[in-house]
């Protein structure tokens, strides 16, 4: 527990220091802040450098174990396309690390911590406003544990975030379908971000979006019916049988729901507010966190489709849209209270969800339990 107190310490001094050295750069067409590349790396390269180097950890052992299991003497990456059943690109890495770079799991635990923190870093650095911020709800909200329980998904919703933009830009579609592919081939739960493309921008609180949601919780209040649906939608295509794979998790609980509902809350105090700046990232950035809100609300009273798979590809950017409301449509006044109240609830959150969780790296020696 003390390396993810360390690391939260250590995020908040840096970034107090990283104010100085702040740049700006026009978003959507205004003026903001944004935190410098070497302050960024330094902020989220701790977080890649402990999550990297750990020995367990939840599913840790799983992953070294089938990493050590890959017999790449006798199999080929075309062999391992066919047969790695929706997450191709993930297995055809371990492939590539085992087969030339090193057979040390060590190595191959850290790329991949490497490759998701990267998307993340940048994809904070992007559209944060409060870069150090988002990474301090980002630590609290205890989604650095996907780094290391969870790495396949969080790579392929650490990719998608990290191209967010793409969503709004002008010819974007395209590029962003590209690597809407690519995150599919790493984990075949990316499958929901296609349909939420197409929902996603549309103006927050509209008739749209509102019909839209209310459809989505019927779809997974009757999930049965909905991964039927979908799989006879897919078939023959190449999301084939992907429903399949992530029909069987757990559910929520109401404290996550909370948690999740935060931001779409602090948007709609402030709907007037938000409406006059009329920022297409932010928009997007606000519809998603209403869907994850959504998501976690119908979760708490099922299971199945919606916990191991779905909420993540949205909660990423409630770290950036967070700071950024507080930033641009609250009073001085109301913003440092609102800041603070938000920090005690993700604080407490962090407290019931993620304290105890065991730390141990043979690399560094660490074993704190």
Known sequence: ???????????????????????????????????????????????????GLRSSVGDTFTYIKTFNALDVENTSLLRIFKNAEGYQLYQAYGYVVKKFISEDYRVYLFGIALLSGTFAMIGYRRLSCNYSFSLILFMLSGKFVWMMNGIKQFAAAALMFMVLKLITAEKGRYKYFVYLFIAYLIHPSAIVLFPVYFIVKSKPWSVKILVTIALSVLAVTFVGEFTNFLDFATEDTVFDGSVKQFSDDDGSNIMRFFVSAVPPILALIKRKEVEEINSPTVNVMINMSVISACCYLVATFTSGILMGRVPLYFELSNFALIPWLLDNVYEAKDRKIFKILCIACYCVFFYFQVWGLEYTSETLNLYLY
């Open 1 to 51: 527990m003390q390396i993810y107190l360390f690391i939260i310490l250590w995020i908040i001094l840096v970034g107090f220091m990283s104010k100085t050295y702040e740049v700006t750069e026009i978003i959507d067409g205004r003026a903001e802040k944004r935190c410098n590349y070497t302050y960024s790396i330094l902020m989220f390269g701790i977080i890649i450098f402990f999550t």
